[in-house]
């Protein structure tokens, strides 16, 4: 009886567990579509940006001139890793931290990390590269006046000379169950193709390095909230699918259970049955 005492009580904590892993799923599944029309909103606005560099690009006179476009020789490098705040996500941060264990590996020399998420924090927090800033506490949504922040300072160090070149690991949102880890290149901005499409005549009023000068820091923090809303779309989708598989495994271990259960409790009725039996013959005997 102790048995099948406690094969009842597995299937009541496995229930349990499956009713947290449903509602954890439900969850995800409306954080994803917020995440997901996010995602939708800010990619014609980057692409609209991108545009407009190529045509200033295309009309302007000579060499484009602003600092994010700057080219030296790099000495120094930042690392931008963006994890989640939360684990539950599947092989979702374990992919991101190898990627980026991948390319510490292949680019040896001064590198410092920030680190954004607290799964990221926590791991390269215990390894030997040095963690300049993070930036935690996001709950899966972007928030502007963060990225702002890390806009910030990111290219205030490009700028000031501090680091030569900006690289960020991060997942880009394929669909709400596909995503592709990239290594993208942050800071210096790569100089806009002209092609001749936007090969044009232009008169510039205020003249090109005023328009930016205007213009850069809002590709910039555009660039970072991209990255942002495209990894946290693609967490809560990781999340949606992990919790959806442990709750049908849930409940492929409570038919498993119970088919136990079944089996000791007619095993168990049938050894009370023979020993009824067994004492009524010994009775006549």
């Keep these: 009886m102790a048995t099948l005492r406690a094969v009842k009580k597995r299937i009541r904590t496995v229930r349990s567990t499956r009713r947290i892993t449903k509602a954890m799923e439900m969850v995800a599944a409306a954080k994803l579509r917020r995440a997901q029309q996010r995602v939708e909103q800010a990619k014609p606005y980057a692409h609209k940006l991108d545009e407009m560099l190529s045509h200033l690009a295309a009309g302007a006179v000579g060499e484009i001139s602003h600092p994010y476009f700057e080219e030296r020789p790099v000495k120094k490098t930042t690392l931008v890793v963006v994890t989640s705040d939360r684990g539950l996500a599947g092989s979702f941060n374990a992919n991101v931290i190898r990627k980026a264990d ?36 996001w709950g899966g949504v972007i928030n502007y006046d963060k990225a702002r922040q890390i806009t910030s300072l990111l290219t205030g160090r490009f700028v000031d000379g501090n680091t030569d070149r900006i690289v960020l690991i991060y997942t880009r949102f394929l669909s709400m169950v596909r995503y592709q880890i ?52 693609s967490e809560h989708g990781s ?31 049938t050894k009370e049955l ?9 009775l006549k005997g």
Excluded: C
């Design 239 to 269: 999340r949606m699918i992990a919790m959806g598989a442990a709750t049908k495994n849930a409940g492929e271990m409570i038919n498993s259970l119970t088919l136990d259960y079944n089996k000791a409790r007619q095993a168990q009725i």
């Design 102 to 137: 991948q390319w510490l590996a292949q680019h040896q020399g001064d590198v410092e990390i920030v680190t954004i998420g607290k799964r990221g924090n926590d791991y390269y927090k215990r390894r030997r590269w040095p963690i300049l800033q993070f930036f935690g506490d």
């Design 182 to 233: 990239v290594t993208e290149q942050y800071l210096p901005v790569a100089k806009p193709q002209v092609t001749e499409e936007v090969a044009s005549e232009y008169i510039f009023e205020p003249s090109p390095e005023q328009i930016y000068a205007a213009l850069m820091p809002g590709y910039a923090t555009t660039k970072m909230v991209t990255a942002l809303t495209e990894s946290f779309a």
């Design 274 to 282: 023979l020993e009824v039996v067994s004492g009524a013959e010994a």
